[in-house]
């Protein structure tokens, strides 16, 4: 599969909780974002890498939210302390360094913090 | 600043009628990138269509067209004939700015519903 992979594919924590989710990009992609998604909305941007670099993050990305991507390849993304307002989906998505191509996206990790 | 705005929530439909999806975006810059995606119940975004703000041709794909109008800041989305498979929530998305990064500003999203 050449796909965006994104893991576990859902994740259910208690309020306080560290979680901790992943997202293989398409191999040849050195772009790859992070996006969250509540319900009835549209996503919205969180962080973007170019290869290895975090270049841009969202307000939205509190000092709870953390974003890696080690050697340019895989990415993680760390919520600490969760919270219930941090019940959402969050997707992940990849794109080549060519301008505004489109972005792949994965399936996303839905995050429901009770 | 950049905005996209879906003003229709649902669209219901029955099979085989064609339906029409709006999206109506802001931006300041002269350059900027419109995208369609497509989410099913899996919940992947499925890419459907990418045009550049110099290319006001319309497009048609099968049974899918675009119609993009920047006098009015639209780029709508044209299902004809439409079929079950086609149900799930549209979205409509811009990417622009300097050194365009490729992020995405995303419209709330059209759920359409196509019953047989």
């Known amino acids: 599969d050449t796909g965006v992979s994104q893991n576990p594919r859902h994740k259910i924590t208690k309020r306080g909780q560290n979680v901790t989710f992943r997202c293989d990009p398409i191999?040849?992609?050195?772009?790859l974002y992070w996006y969250r998604q509540t319900l009835g909305q549209g996503p919205e941007f969180l962080t973007y890498f170019q290869n290895e670099a975090q270049l841009e993050k969202s307000r939205l990305l509190s000092d709870r939210f953390s974003a890696e991507r080690p050697k340019g390849s895989f990415s993680t993304l760390e919520i600490q302390r969760t919270e219930q307002g941090d019940s959402a989906m969050y997707l992940c998505a990849s794109s080549p360094k060519l301008g505004a191509a489109e972005a792949f996206f994965g399936q996303g990790t839905r995050l429901t913090v009770v | 600043a950049q905005k996209v705005t879906q003003a229709q929530t649902e669209i219901s439909v029955v099979e085989k009628e064609d339906v029409t999806l709006d999206c109506v975006y802001e931006?300041?810059?002269?350059?900027?990138?419109l995208f369609w995606y497509k989410q099913p119940p899996s919940g992947e975004l499925v890419f459907l269509i990418r045009?550049?703000?110099?290319?006001?041709q319309n497009e048609i794909s099968g049974r899918y067209s675009w119609n993009f109008q920047k006098s009015t800041s639209s780029f709508n989305f044209t299902i004809t004939a439409s079929q079950v498979v086609d149900s799930a929530v549209y979205f409509c998305?811009?990417?622009?700015?300097?050194?365009?990064?490729?992020?995405?500003?995303f419209g709330q999203g059209t759920t359409l519903q196509v019953k047989p």
């Open positions: 191999s040849e992609h050195n772009r």
């Open positions: 045009r550049n703000s110099f290319d006001e």
């Open positions: 931006t300041r810059d002269t350059t900027y990138y």
């Open positions: 998305a811009l990417s622009s700015g300097s050194g365009n990064t490729g992020k995405l500003i």
